[in-house]
């Protein structure tokens, strides 16, 4: 029991730390992904991505979506893979959990059903 409470503390600290390093940064991307949230087109799905909430997603936000998905998920393999004993499903359900807990609301989520539904 002493061993998975720690290894859940550990992931919660490297998720927090993978955040504030490269999930969110550089600002165009940060702004540009604010705005489409903002705009109700792209949200934050259970399993740590980000998805298209509306089809009606131009080239350019998809290939935003597509970019930040993709460096979520090198840094979620870094973390499963620093982690003894922890897997990159485990590393993106926490993902998920962390940022929709911190999704403002107004801003759409995915629920528990893979509906989306605004915060």
Do not use: C, H
């Not at 702004?31 to 399993?47: F, S, T």
């Not at 499963?80 to 897997?87: L, V």
């Not at 359900?93 to 528990?112: D, F």
């Not at 893979?114 to 915060?119: D, E």
């Amino acid at each position: 029991m002493r061993k998975s409470v720690s290894k859940f503390r550990m992931l919660v600290a490297l998720i927090g730390v993978a955040f504030a390093v490269t999930l969110f940064s550089p600002a165009a991307f940060a702004d540009a992904l604010d705005d489409a949230k903002a705009a109700g087109i792209v949200g934050e799905k259970r399993d740590g991505y980000l998805g298209l909430v509306s089809s009606g997603a131009d080239a350019a936000t998809q290939r935003l979506v597509q970019d930040i998905n993709l460096k979520r998920r090198d840094r979620y393999r870094e973390i499963a893979q620093a982690t003894p004993g922890s897997t990159l499903a485990d590393v993106e359900a926490l993902a998920g959990a962390k940022i929709i807990g911190q999704t403002p609301a107004g801003q759409y989520v995915q629920s528990a059903s893979g509906a989306w539904v605004r915060k």
